[in-house]
Structure formats: structure tokens, C-alpha cells
């Protein structure tokens, strides 16, 4: 599975909506998460990606496209 | 004074999911208690038994984030609450929502989930990836927190904890917010799910389960000469009460009618109660005064009755000390004989059948009475329910701390 459906099919799992719905130039806060949510949603991707999210780096990740490149970079 | 009612019911125990099915398996004597199945018992714990929740699917209630963001006692509450709510008839909206209450009792909060979090990262030292809905999950009043956030109830909202007295706390506070004016209406009662390896250890630790893995459904038999301790059970149960006033204005159906509180202290001992009893006979004494409710009034109490020798016999004997010769008239039933303690829902659960036991004419049984201890010499009405019309019925709940409290409910004439 690639990076990018991995991660969609994180962020439709924590998020509780369908799969189809998250798509790159939504945000978070469109797709429903509140700051808790999205707390949440980046310790599941370290701990689906076995990588460490910086608080800076965290701040930064507010839409579908921004989480894929983030973890595009990390793992590549 | 301002008289308060019983409008709408809700619950969810280890005797089933909602009101109808409860009293349905309450009154034909059957036991919820059964080999522990939310997680697999340690070889370490003595006790392997409880009162579950059949069949509760918490995303019948929430979506599967909320579900997994809240912890369980949070589903039971929501379940009963909402069911409650619905039975009642009464509608929150923006001319009334602050004038709605929430006040719930619960005795220990989001231990399960604690539990998880302390294994799963603390234990593996990945304490930045707490859940951010751990705080939330596990806070008390997130219960009645959580329940004004799905009903829209903007009146005061907090929780009574006072262990396995908790819910008679909260009832008691809410009769008397009904009554100072403070609001309208209260969805009151408690919630308790703490059914995981930490709690079972620890009361194990204090000698205070039931051992009897291999026989479930007998072993919480309350007043009974061969008990050996309580069963630990999980639950919700929601009331919502109004000002009578409140209530008859809005054509709604009325169960029975909250007559009086009491509540006092043993100033004794942090978990036995007092030998004499005395806190146990205080607490009921105020609840009848409060509500100024004679002895003789009293036809049905629903006893605290938890299955361990110092409770059963001290109630025992506080019931014939405060009613002399009309404890001898009087039925009284641990309905944990059925549903095992729900420690903060106790109250709450037991309330409900209290009113239901006013609202039907049948007063619900003791089940598992095989051997009479002599130091508990009351009617039991031992294994089956009685068709019974009576006007009083007193709910009593005693709790560690030393911390008793009673509530006493009259038919609505």
C-alpha cells in the first residue's frame, strides 16, 4: 500500500468518515477533527509509521496533502 | 415546599439493555452474573466472574471515534441517559435548556481506560503518545458532562462521588436543586463500568469478591449464611426528575414521587461500617422526616444488601432498630442479588426499580437464599417477585468512607 492510501485510510478510520471523502486539499478541520482529534490522528501515524512527529512538525500538518508529503519524506 | 417526580427512566445492567428488559428479568428472579468477558482475567485474579452489560455495542449510541475516545462508563451513561430523556417526553430547547440539570453520581471514573494507558504507554515508556482523550475519557464528571453535550441540558452539571453511595448522593442533590428552584428538571442517577483486571485486583485485595467462579449466577446471595462477598457489576441508570408543577404542565406521565434524602457519616472506619449501625439508621430516619413519611408508611426497602457478612447483618439489624415491630411488616430486597454492585450505579439502578416496584405494585425479589443466617432475620421475599401495592419504598446505599445515604420514593396519588 502506498503512503498516500495508507494514510487515508488512517485519517477515515480516526476520523470516522468515509475513505472517498478524504481527499489531498481537505483539512482536518473540514474532515471534522477538533485540535484533540488531530493530536490523535499524528500519534497514529507514528505509530502505523514507526517514525517520531516533531511538535513544530506536528503544527504544520493541517490538510490530507500536507500529512502525505510529510510522511512521503520521512519514509522515502 | 416544591414536589418533585419521577417523569422518565432509563438503565442499562448486567440484567440488560433498557427498562423494559430489566424489570422483565428483575421480577422473574434471574441472575446477570456471569464468567468475565471484557477481558481475559489474569491467572492472578482470584475472582472471574461479573455483572456485564450483555451485548452492548457502544456504536449503536456514538460513531466509532467517539466510542473509542470515551470510556465505557461514558456509553452506559449516554445508553441510559438518552433512553431516559426519550421516556420522558420532556423536550430541551433554547427556552428551557438552562433550566435542566445534570447530576450523576459516579464512585471511581474511567478506570479501564486508565488501565489501557498505563500499559500500553507507560509501561512501554511512550508517554508522548497518550491519547489527547485520555483526561476527558477517565474524568468523572465527563458523565453528566457528556449527557448535557447530547441533550443540550444547560443547568448545573457536575457528579457526586461517594463510592457505592454515589448515585443516592446525586438523586438526593437533585431533589433538593428541584425543590431551592435552582431548575426545572434534573437528569440524575449514575453510571459505573469498572470491570477490567485493576479494580477486580484490588477489591480481591480487600477479600471483598465473591470466589464463586464456578456457580455465577448464585454467587451474590445477599442476607445468605454461606455468602462470600460481593460480585462486582457495571451499569447506568438515568432519572429524570421535575417539580411536580413542571411535570403537570406538560401532561407528563408521572412514576412516583422523590419524598425525601438523608445522608450521614459513620465517622468510623474508611471501609467497615459502624457495629451499631447508627449512620445507616440516621440516613433513613432523615429521609423519612425530610419527606414526612411515618414509619408504617413503609412498605418496600431496596437494601443496600451487597452479600458480604458486615453489611447484611449491620443493615439487617439498623432496619430492625429504626422500625421496631414494623420491621416485621416491611419487604425488603438486595436486588444486587441479581445485577451484583454496581458501586457508583448502584443507587442509581436501584432506584429505578424502586419507583417501578411503587409504579406496578410488585415488589422484585432476593434470589440465591439457601441458607438463613440467623442474624438476618427480615423478609427477604426470597426468590420471587410479590405482587405488592405499597405506598413507601426506601432505596438505601452505604458506601466506603463511611458515607451512607437513603432516598425514599412515595406512589404517586
Known amino acids: ?28 478541520d473540514e474532515l471534522g477533527a477538533d485540535s484533540l482529534a488531530v493530536v490523535e490522528l499524528v500519534m497514529a501515524f ?27 519524506g520521512l519514509t522515502s | ?23 422483565q428479568e428483575l421480577t422473574a428472579g434471574r441472575s446477570g452474573i456471569r464468567p468475565i468477558s471484557l477481558f481475559e482475567p489474569d491467572d492472578g485474579l482470584v475472582t472471574k466472574i461479573a455483572g456485564e452489560v450483555p451485548d452492548f455495542d457502544p456504536t449503536a449510541w456514538l460513531s466509532k471515534p467517539e466510542a473509542r475516545r470515551y470510556d465505557r462508563f461514558l456509553h452506559l451513561t449516554l445508553a441510559a441517559g438518552l433512553e431516559a430523556l426519550e421516556d420522558s417526553g420532556l ?30 504507554r507507560i509501561e512501554t515508556r511512550k508517554l508522548r503518545r497518550v491519547s489527547p482523550f485520555f483526561i476527558p475519557a477517565i474524568i468523572a464528571n465527563m458523565a453528566p458532562g457528556l449527557l448535557s453535550i447530547y441533550t443540550g441540558a444547560r443547568g448545573e452539571s457536575w457528579t457526586a462521588t461517594s463510592a457505592c453511595a454515589s448515585a443516592n448522593h446525586a438523586i438526593g442533590s437533585a431533589l433538593r436543586a428541584l425543590r431551592s428552584g435552582a431548575c426545572d428538571a434534573v437528569l440524575t442517577g449514575g453510571s459505573e463500568a469498572v470491570v477490567c483486571h485493576t479494580a477486580i485486583a484490588g477489591f480481591n485485595a480487600m477479600k471483598a469478591l465473591s470466589t464463586r467462579n464456578d456457580d455465577p449466577a448464585t454467587a451474590s446471595r445477599p ?20 417539580t411536580e408543577e413542571h411535570a403537570l404542565a406538560r401532561g407528563a406521565r408521572i412514576y412516583a414521587e422523590v419524598a425525601g434524602f438523608g445522608a450521614t457519616a459513620d465517622a468510623h472506619h474508611i471501609t467497615s461500617p459502624r457495629p451499631d449501625g447508627d449512620g445507616a439508621v440516621q440516613a433513613m430516619a432523615q429521609a423519612l422526616r425530610d419527606g414526612g413519611i411515618a414509619n408504617e408508611q413503609v412498605g418496600y426497602i431496596n437494601a443496600h444488601g ?32 441479581m445485577t451484583g454492585h454496581l458501586l457508583g450505579a448502584a443507587a442509581a439502578i436501584e432506584a429505578i426499580y424502586s419507583v417501578l416496584a411503587l409504579h406496578h405494585g410488585v415488589l422484585p425479589p432476593t434470589i440465591n437464599q439457601f441458607t438463613s443466617d440467623p442474624e438476618c432475620d427480615l423478609d427477604y421475599i426470597p426468590h420471587h417477585a410479590r405482587q405488592s401495592q405499597v405506598e413507601v419504598a426506601l432505596s438505601n446505599s452505604l458506601g466506603f468512607g463511611g458515607t451512607n445515604a437513603a432516598v425514599a420514593f412515595r406512589r404517586n396519588s
Open chain 2, 1 to 23: 415546599m416544591k414536589k418533585v417526580v419521577v417523569t422518565g427512566l432509563g438503565m442499562v445492567s448486567p440484567l440488560g439493555i433498557g427498562v423494559a428488559k430489566n424489570w
Open chain 2, 306 to 337: 451487597t452479600s458480604t457478612a458486615a453489611n447484611d447483618r449491620m443493615e439487617s439489624a439498623a432496619i430492625r432498630k429504626l422500625f421496631g415491630g414494623h420491621s416485621n411488616d416491611l419487604a425488603v430486597s438486595s436486588t444486587k442479588s
Open chain 1, 46 to 72: 507514528e505509530d502505523e509509521f514507526d517514525v517520531e512527529v516533531e511538535e513544530s512538525q506536528a503544527s504544520e500538518l493541517k490538510t490530507v496533502k500536507s500529512a502525505i508529503d510529510f510522511l512521503n
Open chain 2, 91 to 120: 423536550v430541551i430547547d433554547e427556552g428551557n435548556a438552562s433550566r435542566v440539570a445534570t447530576i450523576l453520581g459516579v464512585g471511581l471514573g474511567g478506570m479501564p481506560f486508565l488501565e489501557e494507558t498505563i500499559g500500553k
Open chain 2, 223 to 242: 442476607f445468605d449464611a454461606d455468602r462470600d462477598g460481593f460480585v462486582l457489576g457495571e451499569g447506568a441508570g438515568v432519572l429524570v426528575l421535575e
Open chain 1, 1 to 28: 500500500m502506498s503512503v498516500q492510501d495508507k494514510v487515508i485510510e488512517i485519517i477515515a478510520d480516526q476520523l470516522g468518515v468515509p475513505a472517498a471523502d478524504v481527499t489531498p486539499e481537505k483539512s482536518f
